[in-house]
């Protein structure tokens, strides 16, 4: 009987520890390595909506940072950033750069609203690859019109169309 209530409560104790995990969690910005580890644990534990909102807190704090060394004409590092990171909570983190948590309260509703609308989409700021949007781009290109200017058909480079051959003009 003692060894099935030990079991018990290890096993409830693993689940809450599972449960408040993300929130326990601290960036470790003593090294380069140390903060890497850190936010790989962030990665690991957030879900996808939490994930997406603290990556892009993180990339509003390094901007801010760079901001700021600008107006007083000095250089932002990465140790710099590091140094402002070290010991920070999640909760921290998304109230940094706007204390009141209304803009990482939005950003979870986003991500939330983009999970449903898309749940195939990888989980942090998603953007096509470089191959699809160059394909995009030049179908995109083939398909458009010719560009108009005050009543002359014209070319993207400005050469008059010939109307009668509806080709353009040699230059």
């Known amino acids: 009987m003692l060894k099935l209530t ?18 326990d969690l601290k960036i470790d910005g003593s090294s380069e390595a ?46 710099d950033y590091h140094s402002q990171l070290d010991g920070l909570s999640y909760d921290q983190v998304v109230t940094f750069t ?22 195939a989409q990888p989980a942090v700021l998603a953007t096509p690859r470089q191959s699809s949007r160059t394909v995009a781009a030049h179908n995109e290109l ?7 200017t005050r009543g002359n058909v014209v070319t993207h480079d400005g050469r008059p169309i010939n109307q009668d051959e509806n080709r353009a003009q040699p230059k």
């Open 6 to 23: 030990v079991a018990v409560l290890a096993i409830a104790l693993v689940g809450t520890a599972g449960a408040a995990g993300w929130r």
């Open 98 to 119: 706007d204390p009141s948590g209304e803009t990482a309260k939005q950003r979870y509703e986003d991500a939330k609203r983009s999970k449903i609308a898309n749940p």
């Open 34 to 79: 140390a903060f890497q580890q850190s936010l790989a644990a962030f990665a690991e534990e957030l879900t996808r909506e939490r994930n997406q909102v603290f990556t892009a807190a993180l990339m509003d704090i390094w901007l801010k940072g760079t901001n700021d060394a600008k107006a007083d004409q000095r250089e932002y590092t990465v140790s």
């Open 142 to 148: 083939d398909q458009g019109e010719l560009m108009k």
